[in-house]
């Protein structure tokens, strides 16, 4: 059963660059979609952006000068960086897993998220 | 920016059927997707594809469309099912993801 692992610092001053991680266990980060979501404290949740497995990365709009995503298929890790960063940041950051189904040979990746991390929490201070 | 709509509340008694409604422009022509998300956990994701169950939801879980209004619908709703509950659609045209604004699921 896969799982998802966010990981980062806690605490990030204002103007700085935040760097998250999310390790993936029990499955591979190779031939899937995955997107970070966050969800201000008291709030609904935010989509953030997505990356893929060749590589093909998209975030949302506003975000979109800030907000880098990668994925490291040796380490089976997929990251988030987001720079100068405000105290409107402060979030609950999730990684997710997009659905994916197979026909034959050929793989139809899904914009749902079928898998979900726990969750990091980010102050910026 | 393309904005889903969902009624920040609502409330059901034990037993009864809950409807969440998530309004969006043209929604009917995408897929709809909703979470359920308990105090201090993650998202888990109920119903994807307009209409389909991840294994291990209940049946009681099932979603449906009209026109640009997608539902979500509770069938013999438990205290357990207390949570608040977002659609997701994915915007093709500018290749994002977007949430509706969330639900919080009172049972009474």
């Known amino acids: 059963q896969v799982q998802l692992q966010e990981s980062g610092p806690g605490l990030v001053k204002a103007s700085e660059t935040l760097s998250l991680a999310c390790t993936v266990s029990?499955?591979?980060?190779?031939?899937?979609?995955w997107s970070w979501i966050r969800q201000p404290p008291g709030k609904g949740l935010e989509w953030i952006g997505y990356?893929?497995?060749?590589?093909?990365?998209n975030s949302k709009s506003s975000l979109r000068s800030r907000a880098t995503m990668s994925i490291d298929t040796s380490e089976n890790q997929v990251s988030l960086t987001l720079s100068s960063v405000t105290a409107t940041d402060t979030a609950v950051y999730y990684c997710?897993?997009?659905?994916?189904?197979?026909?034959?040979?050929?793989?139809?990746?899904?914009?749902?998220?079928?898998?979900w991390g726990k969750g990091t929490t980010v102050i910026v201070s | 920016s393309f904005v889903l709509t969902q009624p920040p509340s609502v409330s059901v008694a034990p037993g009864k059927t809950a409807t969440i409604t998530c309004g969006g422009d043209?929604?009917?022509?995408?897929?709809v997707h909703w979470c359920q998300q308990k105090p201090g956990q993650a998202p888990v994701l109920v119903v994807f594809?307009?209409?389909d169950r991840p294994s291990g939801i209940p049946e009681r879980f099932s979603g449906s469309k009209s026109g640009n209004t997608a539902t979500l619908t509770i069938s013999r709703v438990e205290a357990g099912d207390e949570a608040d509950f977002y659609c997701?659609?994915?915007?093709?045209?500018?290749?994002?993801?977007?949430f509706g604004g969330g639900t919080k699921l009172t049972v009474l």
């Open positions: 997710a897993r997009h659905g994916r189904t197979k026909r034959g040979h050929i793989y139809n990746f899904h914009f749902y998220m079928d898998v």
């Open positions: 029990g499955g591979s980060t190779s031939l899937y979609l």
């Open positions: 990356v893929g497995h060749a590589g093909k990365t």
């Open positions: 043209d929604i009917g022509s995408r897929s």
């Open positions: 594809g307009d209409s």
């Open positions: 997701q659609v994915w915007h093709s045209n500018t290749d994002e993801g977007v």
